[in-house]
């Protein structure tokens, strides 16, 4: 049988994304909403390693909701990867009474939790806090909205001066192994090429495009990369091979960078990381474990955590298309 | 059997909302992708009575689809309620060689371009656009997600001066039918309290709920009123009841009105935009006729412009359950 | 002989304003480079009333520089106004061993701050923060320029609707009795005409300009007015007067209200507010009293308060007169 | 005696800055409210050589004030700087009957513009639109107050992340020659290190400074760094450099690139846009020619263009000071 859950824990874990505020929030009003403690651990795997927390309570998380970043802060951890740094780990949460965790980060996040919660009848629960949607079991991650539009945004600014000097820009986004940043900002930036892990074009496609784009009258054109494309040249190799190529181009690059991470996350995130974590608290309550709560067509689920890391999403490949017939 | 389409007109009717333009912008390069030809008609159906349009090629909408509106203007025509207004309409839309409409608009759009088409025998293809989300047959209508991230953005800066004065704000929203967007946004701007036209809490509740807000160290605290919430007081007279009743609180109202309408549209807005309008436009060349293309479960599907009108999606009455236990 | 300032005090009062973070980091931040103790009153001048105040070091401010509202809080005491409760207030400022305050707020902090420094031989030191700009000894005021892009922010996507639907707009900004947030957001937004308190260009002349605009091809308008214009009419009774006599208009109404005080500071206002509150700490330590600092000529300046409290600033006539020129 | 002006050509050269449409604009509304014709040449210099130009009224010229970029286009042009390309512009300006040039740009346009005016005796008076603040002769350009918000915006999301997970950031910003970016844009970011053309550190105190900063309890720090820093490390050595001296530090580098070109103007570019573009108009109608017009101490005024060449504006050193009180 299983003990009643009287203290709960969270923390967020890995690279940080806008709307795990909101996620803590939800956490904490969850627990306090259904009566039980709400300790939160500072710096993920480590705080719990250190002992590390604080208590919180429902007026703690007041007015976070908005704000990007996480209070409770994130690290990797390399010692939470040794058995050791677990046990540490077990010692601390036990000491503290905690009866379950409620991690909140990507995949590296969840297999170190399901190691944990195996060698220490801990029960854990998986909340997907990431920008790069690049998660099995949950059509959007908490943060990858909010980091489209920081693209769409900056992409915008880009266009302007673009448009105004009749350039071709190349504008790397986030996402080493997964092209959901790209694909998905691209449409909405209007990008006349999207680069991606998923599909190699080949360098004589880019530049027949970009070819095609100049003789059917565009003036300035932008070509959205994502870090980890896979044409094997890096974004500022690819905007010199572009040069070389087709010199009447004035090819710029701009890498977008950690801007993707932060700012205020947007309704969508605010309102996913709140549907999430109450599901969370509300299946931790229920006894259950080793589960990532996700979203799939607009309704939350639960889904075992070996599972979710047995498989990464697919990129919809018909946004491609997409891609191509609205750069005609 | 269907005559082949050669030339497709698109115009957008009703209240305008962001992603208009990524809408047209999506419709005219499809076209040129697929090679048929394009005219917009100009504020909506009074365009089509009045013959007023513009031909329209894969360039004419560079550089729209960050923009706010519609560059094809909207309006409401009542001339369109007429027969002879339609007659006028179809004897333009045939002059002009016009062999298919893609209407972007929401319900008084829809059921005037059904009418349309069972008189004169022209395709119509609507796609939904409007930001209340009252469209049944898709989970999400293009302008919605934009207008949820102008009013978390307004009422975060109302929470700022809320909290720096312990005051009570209640905030008017737009959703005369329908409470999506109060629902979404009181849940991701953390309101206190949402009243919606599908629910009445009553006075009691409301009352109840703010004094035990107060009473559990909340200083400041937001409403958040739909239009056409069924307390049955306008915003200002709700605001006036609890100021009376709860004398403590220093209750003062804002009413969003017509920005929520307006904004450059986010990345989700763009991306359904183009996804139902390269749809929409592929349909049409396929001789389909009388339906409304929508979102559900993230992909993109038809149904019939009938079926559409005859029903009217429900809100998600696990979020009114969520907002409560994360007020808490 | 001024004695030695140890510690110094620091409150936000009035009506909150965007960049009051900005400059309470500025105060503790200053107070810490020069050793000197900073202690934080809370609500204005009734956390000097109740003793509630907390201590301040550089670290406590740390994050807070992009945040709209005011950590210490805000708020307008009556009590302040009688003398007892200035009493209360110096009684709590000596135990306490606070050897100046730093006055954060609009001319009625400054009135209430002048009769304490009078009545209790406490220096205080005025910085001007409000969003109204209406302020004599200064430029600007620590607020309005946040307040200025947040209304053409507003403006702006009104602006998107009313020309998809060829409308007039009415706009009400924020300044009962000065015309700066009209005047220049009216220019910025390209309103066609723009109602202050300070000249009052009656109906007629309203009614003339609208008919001109239309006469010259404009298809939609937008009219920026002040709270307090002297038309003598509310903004609802104006957009039903001219609907009446220019019926071929289709005029609405939003009223702006408390959005215009919130959000994050621009970086015109986090440097003013920096740059004005590391000379008012180094006036206190300097010895000097009762007086306001001020940013003239791009120069911070001091001026007596007294002073300050005498004279009002004057609009820009001349800005007037560009706006005429502009909606040509 | 000079001739009357009746027709007044326009054009934006060099880099683009946010405002500039907001001041084409103004030139044209001020052409029709006065009653000459206004024509706009494309690609800056380069239009002119080309006589590639359109007419525009003051209809042509609506919603564009709140559009980042240029509808004239920008470019440096190579050509220009030869004899005979002057001699095909003035060819076309006489062909064109433009009997005056408003030249909006930076100081490469300036000196273009005034060789041209000595040669051909066509008047040309100078606004000040650049992004980098570097115009001798107004203490503002068109374009900056939009830079440093963008750059502000951009330095927010990176804390968010910076403070989640206690990193060092290097984020570099536009400034070849000039630091006003870079010291206002960090004071208003609360950078902890500002690097700058105009003042060379040295290694050593950089790294005193943040191993300072971590002493005193600071978790995370930001260093922004000017394109043309002179401490002789590009922003990427200079991250290197600091790893391998402060190796606690997780030091990361963003170059924030062209966004810093685009995006919607501030009120504050607007307005100076709309001011200065107004006066430039009428400086040309009353004859005046080889002039810049400025903004100084909140007036308009106007300067020899020879004068605006011979000298740089200089930093205010002070806020060098004020940006080491504040990251105590």
Redesign the interface.
Do not use: E, Q, W
């Given at each position: 049988m299983t003990k009643r859950i009287k203290r709960i824990g969270v923390m967020?874990s890995g690279?940080?994304s806008?709307g795990?505020n909101a996620a803590i929030?939800?956490v904490v009003?969850?627990c306090?909403?259904y009566r039980v403690e709400c300790v939160g651990f500072m710096?993920g795997f480590q705080g719990m390693i250190d002992g590390d927390y604080i208590e919180l309570n429902?007026?703690s998380v007041?007015?976070i909701?908005?704000?990007?970043?996480?209070v409770l802060?994130?690290?990797r951890s390399k010692e939470f990867r040794t058995k050791e740094g677990r046990e540490k780990a077990a010692a601390h949460l036990k000491e503290a009474n905690v009866d379950a965790m409620i991690l909140i980060g990507g995949d590296g996040t969840f297999r170190g939790g399901q190691l944990f919660s195996a060698e220490h009848d801990i029960p854990v629960i998986g909340v997907p806090g990431t920008i790069d949607n690049d998660i099995f079991g949950t059509?959007y991650t908490i943060g990858y909205?909010t980091a489209?539009?920081?693209?769409?945004d900056?992409v915008?600014?880009?266009?302007?001066?673009?448009?105004?000097?009749?350039r071709l820009?190349f504008v790397e986004v986030m996402g080493r192994d997964a092209g959901f940043i790209a694909l998905?900002?691209g449409?909405?930036?209007?990008a006349e090429e999207i680069l991606i892990p998923e599909e190699d074009l080949g360098l004589d496609r880019l530049l027949n495009s970009l070819e095609r784009s100049r003789r059917?009258?565009?003036t300035s054109s932008i070509v959205i990369v994502s870090e980890g494309d896979k044409i094997g040249k890096n974004v500022f190799e690819l905007a010199a091979y572009v040069k070389e190529n087709l010199p009447y181009y004035d090819a710029?690059?701009?890498?977008l960078?950690?801007?993707q991470?932060?700012?205020?996350p947007?309704?969508?995130d605010?309102?996913l990381a709140?549907?999430l974590c109450?599901k969370a608290v509300e299946l931790a309550l229920d006894g259950q474990r080793d589960i990532m709560v996700g979203m799939m067509?607009?309704e939350v689920q639960a889904i075992e955590l070996e599972k979710a890391l047995k498989s990464k999403p697919t990129i919809?490949k018909d946004?491609l298309r997409?891609s191509?017939?609205?750069?005609?």
């Open positions: 967020t690279g940080d806008p795990m929030r939800a009003r969850a306090a909403y710096m429902a007026r007041r007015n909701i908005n704000l990007g970043g996480t802060k994130s690290a059509h909205d489209l539009n920081t693209v769409i900056a915008d600014k880009i266009r302007d001066t673009a448009s105004s000097h009749n820009f998905n900002s449409i909405g930036a209007g059917s009258g565009k710029k690059v701009t890498v960078g950690h801007i991470r932060g700012g205020s947007t309704c969508f605010r309102v709140s549907r109450v067509n607009n919809n946004l997409i191509d017939i609205l750069s005609v």
